[in-house]
């Protein structure tokens, strides 16, 4: 699923980084990272915010674009166009998403937030839910300064889920791609796949996402 996702995202000419832990359960993921030529970093298992700031402040990053390895299916065009928005308004307190108000499939999440805003994150957050998801620190903004803007799709899609938290998840997921090849398929086209198959989403509906 890494290598998928992995192929996906690199259509965004990005660079590309995995911030992964210390735990020795994750050292296949390291071992992917070398073959794969991926840049990583490893750090603490549950605050995942230290961890984050790290690896920025490693690779001397001004913005973050932020993906998480559940979702194999994103999208590269979906994500290009958010950072091509991001960028356009040149705002270091602007904080760009498509997961507050969700109108894509779970599973095309994206997160986009610069340096300035994850090192006040860092310095400011005390709250295990701040430190252990990365970005609520940033979203609920605590510091009171944050603009917030998200991106939405037409028409709404967002009854599917297509991130791989359990078995049927991945049962989906596994399916899709083995009798679909939704791995070569645009977002757009998945959105077509689950709307023409409603057995596919039946699969896993009944999941019911852990909130944050």
């Given at each position: 699923m890494l290598q998928i996702q992995l192929d996906r995202?690199?259509?965004?000419?990005?660079?590309l980084y995995l911030a992964t832990t210390t735990r020795v359960i994750d050292n296949p993921l390291v071992d992917f990272s070398d073959k794969f030529k991926?840049?990583?970093?490893r750090g603490d298992e549950n605050n995942v915010l230290q961890r984050y700031y790290e690896c920025a402040v490693k690779f001397d990053l001004d913005v973050i674009v932020r993906v998480t390895s559940d979702c194999p299916l994103i999208d590269s065009k979906i994500l290009s166009d958010g950072i091509s928005l991001y960028l356009k308004e040149e705002n270091a307190d602007l904080y760009l998403s498509n997961?507050?108000?969700?109108?894509?499939?779970?599973?095309?999440?994206?997160?986009?937030?610069s340096m300035k805003l994850l090192r006040q994150?860092?310095?400011?957050?005390?709250d295990a839910a701040d430190t252990e998801h990365v970005t609520p620190?940033?979203?609920?903004?605590?510091?009171?300064?944050?603009q917030i803007k998200q991106v939405k799709g037409e028409p709404d899609s967002s009854e599917y889920r297509l991130t791989v938290?359990?078995?049927?998840?991945?049962?989906?997921?596994?399916?899709?791609?083995?009798?679909f090849h939704a791995d070569t398929l645009t977002g757009e086209e998945i959105i077509d796949l689950l709307r023409s198959h409603p057995e596919l989403p039946e699969?896993?509906?009944?999941?019911?996402?852990?909130?944050?």
């Open positions: 995202l690199r259509k965004t000419e990005i660079p991926v840049s990583y970093f997961t507050l108000e969700r109108t894509y499939p779970r599973g095309f999440d994206f997160e986009i937030f994150a860092f310095e400011n957050a005390i620190f940033i979203w609920k903004n605590k510091m009171g300064s944050v938290d359990t078995e049927e998840d991945y049962g989906l997921i596994k399916k899709m791609i083995e009798d699969m896993n509906k009944h999941i019911e996402q852990k909130k944050v």
